[in-house]
């Protein structure tokens, strides 16, 4: 849904954020994971959360390829063992995307999808949930709905040059998207210096075929990349939270929410497109969650930049922010999730133990502190973390700290 499959690379590196999902696990939950989780992550994540390991249930699934989960369950001879989980009564499937693959599945499984009552119900928004998760998609809809839109053109991979001139010729600079990309994999940046005699085509990333769709938009001056995450349910449309994206060229690298300051004014518009955008996805049939991305200029004027209708990078970090500070009796905790590397190699067991050395982990009672959230990285340097506290300035101290206590590179 976010990339083609042939995405091979950039699939391998997102399956390695997997083991986070072991934040939703309750007592009875079964995770189907593409990244192995390590026991002494396991442990961590039943600690904090109460929930002891031995109640829920982790299927890894060894690497198959290229290919969708479900498939890669089925070539690795674990349907059966899913499916004994699966014929529990109320079981539901929660797919991070609700794509063509993770709806078979589930009929394959005999159970609904989340928060469906009928998989045929879920099937029914499909055409509308892979259009949206589209650049191209997103601007039609958007455009209908009233947002403001960047001026851009959507044209295929051959025309994509010329259009970059014309555009050229009215602003500064531009950005060139691949139609089905997430996380800023395969944009350009590009000024007319860049493409003075490029000759008749600009090397693009190979993104969607010789022939693939292609959208081209004016650069807008950033003072910020922003969201709101919301969602669909029986009852409306509703936002969850927003903040401000950590971007490094376009990609994605981090959030914090709420939104700082200084862009704090963006809220308002930010949810009142979220609420239109969710009502015109509604009425195509499609409920759960969805984020909204949109730039803020350096004059402060926002503009909308993608949709994507599934779980988000942000959404599992939410909930566990969310199921972690509720002892403490916070009720809109500010938290940043970021992704740092170690000067030195690190073990998880010792970044814990250097975490509560240094008075930063994770306190239940007070509902702050770091996480370790994504489980130890392969390389033993890019580590994934989430920060917790009562305010934003309490995370900006925490995240000074964290620096300090795992010893990272300057950034």
């Known amino acids: 849904m976010a990339v083609d499959l042939e995405e091979a690379q950039v699939l391998a590196q997102w399956a390695q954020q997997a083991p986070r999902k072991a934040w939703l696990l309750r007592a009875g939950d079964v995770l189907v994971t593409p990244g192995p989780l390590s026991g002494e992550f396991r442990r961590y994540v039943s600690e904090l959360t109460g929930v002891p390991s031995e109640q ?3 299927i890894e699934v060894p690497p198959c390829g290229a290919v969708p989960l479900a498939q890669a369950v089925r070539q690795a001879g674990l349907l059966g063992r899913v499916r004994a989980h699966a014929g529990q009564p109320g079981t539901a499937l929660l797919p991070t995307a609700q794509d063509a693959s993770a709806l078979a599945f589930a009929r394959d499984l005999g159970v609904t999808v989340h928060p469906y009552a009928t998989v045929e119900q879920a099937v029914a928004a499909l055409p509308t949930t892979m259009l949206l998760n589209t650049k191209a ?9 009233g947002m403001r839109l960047p001026e851009g053109r959507v044209c295929r991979r051959p025309e994509v040059a010329e259009v970059v001139r014309q555009l050229l010729e009215q602003h500064e600079r531009v950005v060139v998207k691949p139609d089905r990309s997430a996380g800023g994999h395969g944009l350009r940046f590009l000024s007319r210096e860049d493409v003075r005699g490029a000759g008749a085509a ?8 010789p022939h693939g769709t292609w959208v081209v938009e004016q650069c807008v001056p950033v003072a910020e990349s922003v969201s709101i995450q919301m969602e669909n349910t029986v009852s409306g449309t509703r936002a969850l939270f927003s903040g401000a994206m950590r971007t490094e060229q376009g990609s994605f690298t981090g959030y914090v929410s709420p939104l700082p300051p200084s862009c704090a004014h963006a809220a308002t518009e930010l949810e009142e497109w979220g609420t239109r955008l969710g009502r015109h996805l509604a009425g195509h049939g499609y409920l759960g969650p969805f984020g909204l991305d949109a730039l803020m200029s350096t004059d402060g004027v926002t503009y909308a930049s993608e949709s994507n209708v599934r779980r988000t990078a942000t959404t599992t970090p939410h909930t566990m922010v969310t199921r972690l500070t509720a002892a403490a009796g916070l009720a809109r905790p500010a938290w940043a999730v970021s992704k740092r590397r170690t000067r030195r190699s690190v073990g998880f067991d ?7 050395e240094h008075r930063v982990a994770f306190d239940p009672q007070r509902g702050e502190g770091v996480v370790l959230y994504a489980d130890a990285p392969a390389d033993r340097h890019s580590w994934r973390y989430a920060v917790i ?3 934003g300035s309490g995370v900006r101290e925490l995240e000074d700290a964290l620096a300090e206590a795992l010893e990272f590179e300057k950034a």
């Open 137 to 145: 998609g997103f601007r039609q809809a958007a455009g209908a709905v």
């Open 350 to 356: 010792e970044a814990l133990a250097r975490l509560r």
């Open 56 to 58: 829920a249930t982790v």
């Open 202 to 209: 600009l090397a693009l990333d190979a993104v969607g075929g």
């Open 389 to 391: 506290a009562a305010h």
